[in-house]
């Protein structure tokens, strides 16, 4: 099983749907999560840290759910802007146990 | 504005030769990091440095050199050991470990 893992997509969906990405991870002594955006040739952007309660940032909820061992990643009202890829980032506990998924590819259609 | 500056943006590196990328970083992050990404992989990491004069290797750090005499600086040095080091490489940094990273613009890197 790999560290990280992410549905590669694309999830095609159209502006103004809701739309939900997953990211399992193995390690179960994991202790941070984050998700990133990368846009085409780009580098990776933070986009929001998942915390244990759950977050919310604007039009973006990040949910960890440890038992299951995965962290969720929720769009509302979906944009043209939000098409780029997701990464979803579990650090282990060290600097050498950062791993980044391979990322969700989102294409929001007009 | 704080932030990371990679440089070039482009790079073409003849086969048997070094080559050195830069990074430099104003936001006073004491951890710096090293990564290459190449298509349908995830990021993985190349070298890492906690705090000045000190770094350590990442998961691929055959072929591959860096230094940390400043806090700012941290460039890697692609040698000629690298076989395959055609990719994109992003310098990261963060203020301490579990944080966020924050990456610059990237290095693409060809051999030709």
């Known amino acids: 099983r790999k560290e990280v893992e992410q549905d590669p997509g694309p999830f095609n969906v159209p502006e103004g749907a809701t739309v939900a990405f997953n990211c399992t991870y193995s390690n179960s002594a994991s202790q941070s999560f984050f998700w990133y955006r990368q846009d085409c040739r780009k580098e990776p952007k933070l986009l929001m840290s998942?915390?244990?309660s759950g977050n919310e940032d604007g039009r973006f909820t990040a949910q960890l759910n440890r038992a299951s061992q995965y962290i969720s990643l929720l769009i509302r009202d979906s944009k043209l802007s939000d098409s780029a890829t997701y990464l979803c980032?579990?650090?282990?506990?060290?600097?050498?146990?950062?791993?980044f998924g391979t990322g969700t590819k989102l294409q929001v259609i007009p | 504005d704080g932030g990371i500056t990679q440089s070039p943006k482009y790079l073409f590196r003849k086969e048997g030769q070094n080559v050195t990328l830069s990074c430099e970083q104003n936001?006073?992050?004491?951890?710096m990091y090293w990564y290459r990404q190449d298509p349908g992989q995830g990021l993985r990491l190349i070298y890492y440095s906690q705090i000045v004069n000190d770094f350590q290797k990442g998961d691929i750090a055959e072929g591959y050199s860096v230094s940390r005499e400043k806090k700012e600086s941290f460039p890697l040095t692609v040698t000629s050991a690298q076989k395959n080091p055609t990719a994109f490489y992003l310098c990261?940094?963060?203020?301490?470990?579990?944080?966020?990273?924050?990456f610059g613009s990237g290095t693409r890197l060809t051999v030709v």
């Open positions: 980032v579990v650090n282990g506990g060290g600097y050498q146990k950062v791993t």
């Open positions: 990261a940094s963060s203020i301490a470990r579990g944080d966020g990273y924050t």
């Open positions: 936001l006073n992050h004491d951890a």
């Open positions: 998942v915390y244990s």
